[in-house]
């Protein structure tokens, strides 16, 4: 018998596998119409999905090598959120891939184009006289045979800024002229908040107009129900349901404070405020957009974007039959929305889960908690990409960008998946989010343990992701966020420019048992973070996770937010309540600036700090080959936070003397120098670094009862050179 020679089997091998595969093109430039050939390519992602589904159903021997969806480069409209089902299942063998086709870039758009912009040329109603040459104006189109709103816009791929009282990006600071813009009390009787009287003509008739507060870890946007004017100052009262839980619940809330100032404000969403280049306002009542263009901005020929659809791709698997084998690759998702706070307001408790309900316990305690002063209940942002039930997928080489609330979120039931060499800029809210929440009719404080093993978010690798400028809607969202997960990496990120914390890991504020083990937080870069919000850090955890590390992570560089609470209360990492059973480890930062707040046991902290070998800085971040995406940077703002000694000064009755020895040893069990105390007459003051003034303020004057015990905030005029880092 004749053998064929190598490489002519080798061919024919290859040929025959390549018969086992199939290929479906999608273009822009494609008609639903056509087979999906790369001659005749489809227009949409849905109808190759569908093509696919049917080889599936079939069992066409076609697919024995998996099917490849490859989308051309261009721009596909995506006005109807794309839902992947079970009936899309690949295998282990044969997985579908969603993906670009090699060297283009397809973008999954949730966008409208707005076009024909015409210079105002007659008086608008509100609008400042002053400002109404610079005015141009468009009609908003119907969608979906829908009226159309939105809260973000974008112009030449730069997000525009919804007009607002206060102008520019800065927020005002806790002194001077600047006051103007603090909130002077919450009526909680009137469920009312009490502002000073804004320059502007007829808030009280307008319609639509939001109150945007910054109090503590979060921000509420709140839908303004009736304006009050009383002279110098105004009562704001709001809609439903976000009145209610904004009044009732406990945590956060406006912070009200004579060192350090009240809760900062800004009103937005009036014709009024429309007063400075890059600020837009929507009337939907008259289906007209107004906007002053910046000054390289030629709106005859810019690419003005608004955001329809909410979520791009949903994932929707199920617990019998979850959807299995999916690899989306090389997409860009682009101009999505988020409408809720327009309808029903937002008022979130952390990280962006907006509270459906929540209210101050009154006797305090529950059966699990008998000291928990509140209860809540919450639902989560929309994301530009959603998964539930899914196993075995892959989401990489993506970005994300212009997005009004979350990147990817990864719900329930979401096991062995990677989301890896990802970039994610211009993001609303969180940029990853995986786990399990409240969100499933739980009450937040409550462990989860899941009664079936498919609910659980577990093997997760969340790897080599580049995330930049994100949180800027929301400010309390973080870069990477995860619930209820076990066997999570978070592993060779780099996270900059965020409003609040860069990773947080865990819920449920308990030490008690729960699904949560084996995460890890390795070899990560944070850095500019904090923008606005404090009582942040850099890797934030919450609750028990057995066999859980943080180590080798490179943290620096917190922003100086001009409005926090409390100007101190930031962190490099921060264990808060219930973290149990985690290795901290050989994590560089400037200093030990750490919190460990009602943790449980288990926490074993060694070699973290200035003292860590360079090569922790070195290795950490993403990895050599993913380092093009760091090219994405954007532009950093604002002061780095340096720390500085803090002055705390005991007061005791003239003649009275404080217990020295215990007022040091109190100092030394908190890592202050047991001789930074200066005494004379009756006054005792401390000055060196303190890991949390306010913390070491309440141990004090728990200890010292007979003293009052003061801290000072803003003490220094402060001169640096630096600026930033990067």
């Not at 596998?17 to 992602?45: E, H, M, Q, R």
């Not at 990489?396 to 979401?414: E, M, P, Q, R, W």
């Amino acid at each position: 018998m004749k053998r064929l020679p190598f490489c002519l089997l080798a061919l024919l091998l290859f040929l025959n596998l390549s018969a086992w595969a199939v290929d479906i093109y999608v273009s822009p430039n494609g008609s639903d119409f056509n087979d999906g050939s790369k001659d005749k390519p489809f227009a949409t992602l849905n109808m190759a999905l569908r093509k696919a589904r049917e080889l599936r159903r079939l069992n066409d021997e076609s697919i024995k090598a998996g099917i490849h969806i490859i989308l051309r480069g261009g721009n596909y409209q995506v006005l109807e959120t794309i839902v992947i089902k079970p009936e899309d299942n690949g295998t282990r063998e044969s997985s579908t891939f969603i993906e670009a086709a090699p060297n283009e870039k397809p973008v999954l758009s949730g966008g409208v184009q707005i076009s024909n912009w015409k210079k105002l040329t007659a008086a608008v109603n509100g609008l400042q006289k002053k400002v109404q040459n610079q005015i141009w104006v468009a009609d908003v189109p119907q969608v979906n045979g829908n009226n159309f709103n939105f809260r973000q816009l974008w112009v030449n791929d730069a997000k525009a800024v919804r007009a607002k009282s206060s102008n520019g990006e800065a927020m005002p600071a806790r002194s001077g002229h600047s006051d103007r813009l603090r909130i002077l009390n919450w009526n909680k009787a009137e469920a009312a908040c009490v502002i000073p009287t804004l320059p502007f003509i007829n808030l009280d008739k307008t319609r639509q107009l939001e109150l945007f507060i910054h109090q503590w870890w979060e921000i509420a946007n709140l839908r303004v129900k009736k304006v009050q004017v009383m002279g110098d100052s105004t009562k704001l009262f709001f809609h439903q349901p976000e009145s209610k839980i904004q009044n009732e619940h406990p945590w956060p809330a406006p912070w009200l404070s004579k060192e350090t100032g009240n809760s900062a404000f800004y009103l937005t969403n009036a014709i009024q405020f429309l007063d400075e280049p890059g600020e837009w306002y929507l009337d939907v009542v008259n289906k007209k957009i107004y906007y002053w263009p910046r000054s390289n901005e030629n709106l005859a020929t810019a690419k003005v974007i608004v955001p329809f659809t909410e979520t791009l791709i949903s994932v929707e698997g199920t617990i019998d039959n979850p959807v299995k084998n999916l690899v989306i690759d090389g997409i860009s998702f682009q101009h999505t929305g988020w409408l809720r706070p327009s309808l029903q307001g937002h008022v979130p408790h952390q990280i962006g889960l907006y509270m459906t309900e929540a209210y101050r316990l009154k006797p305090a305690g529950t059966k699990e908690k008998p000291m928990l002063d509140n209860q809540a209940w919450v639902g989560r942002q929309a994301a530009a990409v959603e998964m539930n039930y899914a196993v075995r997928t892959r989401i990489k080489n993506c970005s994300f960008l212009h997005l009004a609330a979350t990147g990817i979120d990864l719900k329930k039931g979401v096991q062995d998946n990677m989301t890896k060499n990802n970039l994610f800029s211009d993001i609303g809210g969180t940029a990853i989010l995986a786990g399990n929440y409240g969100d499933e009719g739980r009450e937040i404080h409550l462990p989860f343990n899941s009664k079936d093993e498919r609910e659980k978010c577990d093997v997760i690798f969340i790897e080599n992701n580049f995330i930049t400028n994100a949180t800027n809607e929301d400010w309390g969202t973080v870069g990477i966020g995860c619930g209820f997960v076990s066997r999570t990496s978070i592993r060779h990120n780099e996270i900059e420019n965020v409003s609040y914390s860069g990773i947080s890991l865990g819920w449920g504020w308990t030490p008690e048992q729960n699904m949560m083990k084996g995460n890890r937080i390795v070899a990560n870069k944070i850095h500019h973070y904090g923008k606005w919000n404090y009582d942040c850090a850099g890797i934030y955890t919450l609750s028990a996770q057995p066999n859980s590390v943080i180590e080798e992570n490179y943290i620096d560089s917190i922003y100086k937010s001009p409005i926090a609470h409390l100007p101190s209360h930031w962190f490099y990492i921060y264990t808060d309540e219930g973290s149990s059973h985690f290795s901290v480890k050989n994590n560089w930062t400037p200093s030990q600036k750490y919190l460990q707040n009602a943790n449980g046991p288990g926490n074993v902290w060694s070699n973290n700090g200035p003292q860590v070998h360079d090569s922790v800085k070195q290795n950490a971040g993403l990895e050599k080959r993913f380092q093009y995406l760091t090219a994405n940077k954007t532009a950093k703002t604002g002061v780095i936070n340096e720390e500085h000694n803090e002055v705390i000064e005991l007061v005791v009755k003239d003649g009275m003397q404080l217990n020295l020895p215990k007022l040091k040893e109190l100092l030394a069990k908190n890592n202050m120098d047991s001789n930074a105390i200066y005494h004379w007459q009756n006054h005792y003051v401390i000055f060196d670094k303190v890991q949390d003034i306010g913390v070491m303020q309440g141990r004090i004057a728990n200890n010292f009862p007979e003293a009052e015990v003061r801290v000072y905030h803003d003490l220094f005029y402060e001169y640096s050179k630096k600026k930033t880092l990067y």
